[in-house]
């Protein structure tokens, strides 16, 4: 297949264009940019470790039996992925992951009662999931994509973002993804739709290999996102693409996240 360089702009409409700018100053926009980073960095560790993790368990006939669930946490540095049972909501199976997030450090085949934080996250996850089920929020699965829930917690509050899977080839599934801050009752206190649809990142184009990707923001997402940042980091790796963009309307810049670097840089539209 003859390779060549492309630049694929999906959604940059007019009336998005003509929207009055905000005015962020450089280190205020570095601090928001760092703040981001963190965060997507943060998401790919909790998505690469349940990838990896849910694979080897559905390699292991003895888990896969009793396949009931994971839950993935931070603890003590680590990313832990625990395979839940069936029935009893016990562990069954525990992947541990620290700075190698190819491999799990630690893996562990063997029932447990399930810890008083694991018991809490779980609690929390069910009753953030069953209120964000409510109409309202209008979450939506297109055909060929799969939702990724992703639970942080954070002071006296949780965080759960939605990202969009998917199955298909030559697709990095950017958009229709949601962001919500609940409480320890699971009760939805703030949310946030990033991205107005699904965004397929398509990564051949007329026979071509795309080598670089854009999309544009709404205004209501001024910034490159958490969300943009950890998808690009799952899927790039397996079509070999390193950098994507961003252009905002609302800033009248273009955000790029380069893979090789994990950094994001800025430049005027």
């Not at 360089?5 to 264009?17: A, E, G, K, Q, T």
């Not at 992951?97 to 996250?121: A, N, Q, Y």
């Not at 298909?168 to 949601?178: E, T, W």
Request: hydrophobic fraction near 35%.
């Amino acid at each position: 297949m003859k390779k060549k360089s492309l630049l694929v702009l999906v959604s940059l409409f007019s009336s998005i264009l003509l929207a009055q700018k905000i005015e962020m100053s450089e280190s205020e926009l570095k601090t928001q940019l760092d703040a981001v980073l963190a965060e997507g960095n943060l998401l790919y560790k909790y998505e690469k470790a349940t990838w990896i993790s849910t694979d080897l368990a559905m390699e292991n006939q003895t888990v896969k039996k009793d396949y009931g669930g994971f839950l993935v946490y931070e603890e003590q540095k680590e990313i832990r992925v625990i395979i839940l049972g069936k029935k009893s909501q016990n562990c069954i199976a525990e992947y541990s992951f620290e700075s190698d997030f190819s491999k799990p450090k630690l893996v562990t085949i063997g029932s447990r009662e399930l810890s008083e934080k694991e018991k809490t996250l779980i609690g929390v996850r069910e009753k953030i999931l069953k209120n964000v089920s409510n109409k309202k929020y209008e979450v939506t699965v297109p055909n060929g994509y799969s939702p990724n829930f992703v639970l942080l917690p954070f002071a006296e509050k949780y965080k759960l973002y939605i990202i969009m899977g998917t199955s298909q080839n030559d697709v990095i599934p950017f958009g229709n993804d949601y962001f919500f801050i609940a409480d320890k009752n699971g009760k939805i206190k703030n949310w946030q739709k990033f991205h107005s649809r699904i965004i397929p990142g398509y990564t051949t184009f007329d026979g071509n290999k795309v080598t670089e990707l854009m999309h544009s923001h709404l205004r209501t997402t001024p910034l490159i996102t958490a969300t943009d940042i950890c998808t690009f980091m799952l899927y790039a790796p397996l079509y070999d693409i390193d950098a994507f963009s961003v252009y905002s309307p609302a800033l009248g810049k273009t955000m790029t996240y380069s893979l090789k670097d994990n950094e994001i840089t800025v430049k005027e539209r």
